[in-house]
């Protein structure tokens, strides 16, 4: 079944660890997405890539990095320097990179991250 | 800059009961717009959409309604069931942000 994985669901980090999100996906998707979203916030862009070795900044990408190395691959580096790293993380991708297809989003599970 | 307003919640209701989430928004040029939902412990899933003004997006029995006039894109559903509790995200796209701007979500709960 053609989807977007993300893992590990779950992951506890020190604070000043780096810690990095998987997420791949096989529905052959041009664009991909980091959101986070914390409680009574709703979800906030972090980085979003439109094609492989290209990405932008989101509205909070302060203390994250990425990478778009593959098509099907756009892992998200939390680093030490996010001061309030503790959340729900969610990848996303389009299949379109122009139009109202950016709007029609397919989502991960998500993985939460806790700052121990 | 481009924004959307959701009512306050969480919003508990009882089975079959008329359900309206409100959703506002602030937009420059013509956005279109989308309701997503998210069932705990999930991902986000797009429930409807609609591109252009009197647009009426519908799906599982949920119906939303693009009204430019009072800049709205209210979610409606006539008889909520128990497996409709979730989280319900209203968001607009424009052409000039390129990306989707959510709102801030409500939460649904329905009681048998």
């Known amino acids: 079944d053609g989807g977007i994985t993300q893992s590990p669901k779950y992951l506890f980090r020190k604070e000043g660890q780096n810690v990095t999100l998987s997420c791949e996906q096989n529905?052959?998707?041009?664009?991909m997405y980091w959101y986070r979203q914390d409680p009574g916030q709703g979800l906030r862009l972090i980085y979003y890539s439109q094609i492989v070795n290209d990405f932008q900044k989101g509205d909070i990408a302060e203390g994250y990095s990425v990478s778009r190395e593959k098509k099907e691959s756009f892992p998200l580096t939390v680093t030490s320097a996010q001061k309030n790293p503790t959340a729900f993380y969610l990848c996303?991708?389009?299949?379109?990179?122009?139009?109202?297809?950016?709007?029609?989003?397919?989502f991960g599970e998500g993985s939460r991250l806790t700052v121990l | 800059g481009d924004s959307v307003t959701q009512m306050e919640g969480p919003v508990t209701l009882s089975e079959e009961a008329f359900l309206t989430i409100n959703c506002t928004y602030t937009?420059?040029?013509?956005?279109?717009l989308f309701w997503y939902v998210q069932y705990p412990g999930e991902g986000l899933q797009l429930l409807l959409k609609a591109t252009k003004a009197d647009d009426k997006g519908s799906n599982k029995g949920f119906e939303a309604t693009y009204r430019k006039e009072t800049t709205s894109f209210h979610l409606e559903k006539g008889s909520v069931q128990v497996s409709d509790s979730a989280v319900y995200f209203c968001?607009?796209?424009?052409?000039?942000?390129?990306?989707?701007?959510f709102g801030k979500g409500i939460t649904l709960s329905v009681r048998p």
């Open positions: 529905l052959n998707h041009d664009a």
């Open positions: 937009a420059t040029g013509y956005p279109s």
């Open positions: 968001a607009l796209l424009t052409g000039a942000n390129s990306k989707l701007t």
């Open positions: 996303a991708s389009s299949i379109g990179t122009s139009g109202v297809l950016l709007g029609e989003l397919f």
